[in-house]
């Protein structure tokens, strides 16, 4: 079992409509939680953190933790052709400085 | 400018040559970190450094080495390159240890190894 896992996609969705990206972890451990969004070519950016279970809003992205179910998510609200990207999620672990990330899922907003 | 440089951005050399490749930030950053990123597997991490003459082993060390003897540079050592080696890497520092995942990326170096 990969240590965060992702689907690849391409999670393809209409401008306008809400995309939602999903990431799970196997660390019961892990405190932080992070969305990178990666245009090809291109090196990651960072564009959500979370720390603390529930849903934190940023314009139109919205990061969803539940630790529980050792599940966080990523809504894009609104979504634009720019905002076709692969998106990574990261995690850090509680008891060492190591990040870990998905493989990443790809998104394509069509016009 | 804000940023992490990191040098060369494209090289292609041959089996068992030594190379450095060079990352340099100029925010004042504690932490600091390498990753490669192959098609399927994602980013992952070669090293990080918590502080200057502070590192630690990410998932896969294997072939490469590291040192922080200045808080702004972190270079990347590839002592006998193979082409299992040959893959995009990526320099990234974030300014506090409590924020391992807030990370600033380099624009990334493209390693090809024949």
């Known amino acids: 079992q990969k240590e965060v896992e992702q689907n690849s996609g391409p999670l393809s969705v209409p401008e306008g409509a809400i995309a939602s990206l999903n990431c799970t972890y196997s660390?019961?451990?892990?405190?932080?939680f992070f969305w990178y969004r990666q245009y090809s070519g291109k090196s990651p950016e960072l564009i959500m953190f979370?720390?603390?279970?529930g849903d934190k809003e940023d314009g139109r992205f919205t990061a969803q933790l539940n630790k529980a179910s050792q599940y966080v998510s990523l809504l894009i609200r609104d979504s634009q052709p720019s905002d076709s990207a692969t998106y990574l999620c990261a995690v850090a672990s509680g008891s060492s400085y190591k990040l870990i990330f998905g493989s990443g899922t790809r998104l394509l907003v069509r016009p | 400018e804000a940023q992490v440089t990191q040098n060369p951005r494209y090289l292609i050399t041959v089996t068992g040559k030594k190379l450095t490749v060079t990352c340099s930030q100029n925010m004042n950053h504690e932490y600091m970190s390498w990753y490669r990123q192959d098609p399927g597997l994602g980013l992952r991490q070669i090293y990080y450094?918590?502080?200057?003459?502070?590192?630690d082993k990410g998932d896969v060390p294997e072939g490469y080495k590291v040192s922080r003897k200045e808080k702004r540079n972190f270079p990347l050592i590839l002592e006998s390159p193979s082409p299992n080696q040959t893959s995009l890497y990526f320099c990234?520092?974030?300014?506090?240890?409590?924020?391992?995942?807030?990370?600033?990326f380099g624009e990334g170096s493209r390693l090809t190894v024949l």
């Open positions: 990234a520092s974030s300014l506090r240890l409590a924020g391992v995942g807030e990370l600033f």
């Open positions: 450094s918590m502080n200057v003459e502070v590192t």
């Open positions: 979370i720390y603390s279970n």
């Open positions: 660390d019961r451990g892990s405190q932080s």
